[in-house]
C-alpha cells in the first residue's frame, strides 16, 4: 500500500502541470469576433433531433444542427458548463429556437448568429491554447 501512494505521487503531480486541452475565452473576446466578423442575427432556427451543441463559454455556444450557429444567452449560464445534449425546455414551438423567447438549460437565448464554415472554425480557434498559454 505504501508502495501504491509513493508510485501515485507523480501521476498527481503530472496530471496537475498539464497544460489545458482546451481554453475559455472571456465573454469580451467572442462578442469582439461577432462585432469584426459582422454576423448578421436570425430571430429563430429550426431544429432537429440530432442538433447538439458545444460550450464556447459561459455565455455563448456553438449549435450544431442543419447548419451552425453562434448562440448569445441573456446572461452567464453556469449550467451550459458540462452538458452536450439539448434538453426539453423549450418556452414555444418545439420545432424551433426562437431568440428572446426560448431557452437551453433553463437559461434564456439572447441572440441566434448564423456561421458559415470560415467563421465556425475561427471561432473554434478562440478556445484552442497557443504558445502564449491563451
Given at each position: 500500500?505504501?508502495?501504491?501512494?509513493?508510485?501515485?505521487?507523480?501521476?498527481?503531480?503530472?496530471?496537475?502541470?498539464?497544460?489545458?486541452?482546451?481554453?475559455?475565452?472571456?465573454?469580451?473576446?467572442?462578442?469582439?469576433?461577432?462585432?469584426?466578423a459582422?454576423?448578421?442575427?436570425?430571430?429563430?432556427?429550426?431544429?432537429?433531433?440530432?442538433?447538439?451543441?458545444?460550450?464556447?463559454?459561459?455565455?455563448?455556444?456553438?449549435?450544431?444542427?442543419?447548419?451552425?450557429?453562434?448562440?448569445?444567452?441573456?446572461?452567464n449560464?453556469?449550467?451550459?458548463?458540462?452538458?452536450?445534449?439539448?434538453?426539453?425546455?423549450?418556452?414555444?414551438?418545439?420545432?424551433?429556437?426562437r431568440?428572446?423567447?426560448?431557452?437551453?438549460?433553463?437559461?434564456?437565448?439572447?441572440?441566434?448568429?448564423p456561421?458559415?464554415?470560415?467563421?465556425?472554425?475561427?471561432?473554434?480557434?478562440?478556445?484552442?491554447?497557443?504558445?502564449?498559454?491563451?
Amino acid at each position: 500500500m505504501k508502495w501504491l501512494t509513493i508510485l501515485s505521487i507523480p501521476l498527481v503531480l503530472g496530471a496537475c502541470a498539464t497544460d489545458p486541452l482546451f481554453i475559455t475565452p472571456p465573454n469580451a473576446v467572442v462578442s469582439d469576433f461577432v462585432e469584426t466578423a459582422g454576423l448578421d442575427q436570425v430571430s429563430s432556427i429550426r431544429k432537429g433531433s440530432s442538433d447538439s451543441w458545444t460550450r464556447v463559454n459561459d455565455r455563448y455556444i456553438l449549435y450544431r444542427g442543419h447548419k451552425d450557429y453562434l448562440v448569445e444567452f441573456r446572461a452567464n449560464c453556469g449550467e451550459i458548463s458540462n452538458n452536450s445534449w439539448i434538453p426539453a425546455d423549450y418556452i414555444h414551438d418545439h420545432r424551433n429556437l426562437r431568440a428572446g423567447e426560448d431557452t437551453i438549460r433553463g437559461c434564456i437565448v439572447e441572440h441566434i448568429y448564423p456561421l458559415n464554415r470560415a467563421q465556425r472554425t475561427e471561432l473554434r480557434h478562440l478556445t484552442e491554447p497557443t504558445s502564449e498559454g491563451i
